[in-house]
């Protein structure tokens, strides 16, 4: 496996390397990208190193996707940008389809709170120790996941009570 | 007594367990709970819910605001009113398909959207642009920007309590939608750039047009800095008002202006260069303190660099196609489509399956567009539409912000803090 990785990247992805062998489980390159995969249960291990040790300060976005059919079906990505070295990174962690849970990175990033609610939102991810565990796009009635693979484009029929049109009911 | 009340002094009809928990969390949003005085007899304590139909909330904003008198002690946010579902209609559309509904995603600057997509698009698939669709793109964009801060710098204004400046704005406004009409054939909603290019070249037309407004405008946006810049009224409204600190900026994740303003020189066209940024120069302005008026003071001078680099474009300009041979990957043109079979078959399985990525491919680009860094991140599964597309909206980002600098203010300020922010709900909706 060869890399065409930046300097300052490849110093990156060696500490990692270095510090979590046993939790780094892959980094590869696609259309330029550099992604790297760990074990779920170092996140906020991983994070906290790369923002502290590796000067990504700046978590620019963080998103969910859904690999249906296939195992650990969903996955939350990190997309994180060091100020200092002007490097993107994207880390990515995957978790199960019955109950998926994911530590909440919104303690190194306050900036996680908001698009973390809006994976719980289309994926059903939850994280734990997030501040504001709520919906954000969607009414807190509303019981489904829109961006999962199943749900159907035209939205569940009758699934939300839609305002009475008529204005005096009583 | 404890703040509990909210709950039974505010009888929710309508979606209650979504109500009941978004005044639940204005309740939590601190450690210490703070508490009601039931026996506070001028009631100086109250919750007023702003918007979503408030004509200073920039379309379906709402929020909810804990007043104690004319001080806001906290405040949530509530966004999701318009409920599109764009990431989920790009995933059932092919790329070329999907890219008309970019425009509506922030519809004040519908150029910068359409390149966001096509350039990830073409990182995606390999696809080589030519050369004169990058300086076009970038005339596009630049434009692009200086409408959407014009629009910005007129509301916000208007925010502040001068009504006519909006209408000065405005008809810069509607210069740049002439150029728009005769560059792309739309005034508003473009749709110019596509996957390998663009729709159509430059015409000496929309060349001349482009050439005296960016020979016209300097003098505009000086007029404009003379009305406002010594201004006492506009100046006491501003300054020190709506504070981002530096230290916070990066912790929020704020984005664009807003960023930039509080001192960080992160610009993603000197990031990442994509399009020909990296052969025109341009400075990126930055201020330090982080409030209304550095914002507005950044927001100024980038559209001065706009037309710097408009002025760089034209010049620089090179001639050739402006769009990629490779029928597999770009739209043939109309010639080809109406007089030959080859592009008409060509034409077909474009609309039909469009342009295939390999599978398993992962891309991100993101470009600046006037509202901060606007990316679009694509998994392809090896047909003609996204497995999954996310799209990374600067405005998103920058509400959230918003919902952490207003603790504090005064409630008059809210309208031009929000102003500031520069939201466009069309984009922090998906």
């Given at each position: ?32 990208d ?33 690999r ?30 019955e ?21 719980y939102?289309?994926?059903?991810i ?45 | ?12 009809t ?19 709970i ?21 004509p ?26 318009l ?14 398909e999907f ?106 037309e ?14 505009e ?9 010594r ?9 020190a ?170 409630v ?12 466009v ?6």
């Open positions: 496996m060869s890399l065409e990785l930046s300097e300052s990247l490849q110093k990156t992805v060696d500490a990692l390397t270095e510090a979590f062998p046993e939790k780094l489980i892959e980094v590869y390159q696609s259309s330029g550099t992604f790297a995969r760990i074990e779920k249960d170092a996140l906020l291990e991983v994070c906290r190193f790369l923002k502290e040790e590796q000067h990504f300060i700046y978590l620019s976005d963080l998103f969910g996707t859904d249906y059919t296939s195992d650990e079906r969903f996955e939350v990505i990190y997309n994180l940008i060091s100020m200092k070295n002007q490097t993107r990174l994207f880390v990515k962690v995957r978790c199960e389809e109950n998926p849970t994911v530590d909440s990175v919104s303690p190194i990033w306050p900036a996680a709170n908001w698009n973390e609610r809006e994976v939102d289309m994926f059903g939850r994280f734990n120790n997030h501040p504001d565990h709520r919906r954000i796009f969607l009414p807190e009635d509303f019981e489904y996941f829109p961006l999962r693979k199943e749900f159907p484009l035209l939205g569940i029929q009758g699934s939300i009570d839609l305002p009475q049109t008529n204005p005096d009911t009583e | 007594m404890k703040l509990s009340d909210i709950q039974s002094k505010v009888n929710s309508f979606f209650v367990e979504h109500q009941k928990k978004l005044y639940q969390s204005l309740e939590d949003k601190h450690t210490t703070e508490e009601l005085d039931d026996g506070d007899p001028l009631s100086s304590k109250m919750i007023l819910n702003m918007g979503p139909q408030h200073a909330t920039h379309g379906v904003l709402r929020l909810v605001l804990q007043l104690h008198g004319e001080t806001i002690e906290k405040v949530k946010l509530d966004i999701g009113y409920h599109r579902g764009v990431e989920k209609i790009a995933e059932n559309k092919t790329y070329q890219m008309p509904y970019t425009d509506r995603m922030d519809y004040l600057s519908p150029y910068s959207n359409n390149v966001a997509l096509c350039t990830a698009v073409e990182k995606i698939a390999n696809v080589e642009v030519p050369e004169r669709a990058h300086y076009i793109r970038m005339i596009g964009c630049e434009l692009a920007r200086i409408s959407s801060h014009l629009l910005w710098l007129g509301t916000m204004v208007m925010d502040a309590g001068a009504v006519s400046f909006f209408i000065w704005t405005f008809k810069e406004r509607e210069k740049i939608y002439d150029i728009m009409d005769r560059l792309t054939g739309h005034r508003f909603t473009v749709s110019h750039a596509r996957i390998g290019g663009v729709a159509n070249d430059i015409t000496d929309a060349m001349g047009a482009i050439k005296e407004f960016a020979e016209s405008f300097p003098k946006i000086r007029d404009y800095h003379k009305l406002l810049d201004n006492r009224l506009f100046f006491d409204r501003n300054e008002v709506g504070v981002l600190k530096t230290e916070d900026a990066i912790k929020i994740g704020a984005a664009g202006p807003v960023l930039r303003a509080t001192g960080y020189g992160y610009d993603v066209r000197k990031f990442a260069p994509y399009a020909r940024y990296d052969e025109v120069e341009f400075g990126v302005p930055t201020r330090l303190e982080g409030d209304n008026l550095a914002r507005y003071f950044v927001r100024m001078e980038e559209m001065s660099e706009s037309i710097r680099i408009i002025n760089q474009c034209i010049d620089k300009l090179p001639k050739g196609p402006v769009r990629t041979d490779n029928a597999k990957q770009a739209y043939p043109s109309k010639d080809e489509v109406y007089y030959s079979m080859e592009g008409m078959i060509h034409d077909f399985m474009m609309t039909d399956t469009g342009i295939c990525p390999p599978e398993g491919a992962e891309a991100y680009h993101a470009v600046e567009s006037p509202k901060g860094e606007l990316g679009y991140f694509i998994q392809s599964d090896g047909t003609g539409h996204p497995w999954r597309l996310k799209i990374n909206a600067p405005s998103f980002s920058n509400l959230q912000v918003l919902e952490n600098i207003l603790d504090g203010e005064m008059a300020d809210t309208v031009v803090i929000i102003g500031g922010i520069d939201p709900m069309g984009e922090a909706d998906k």
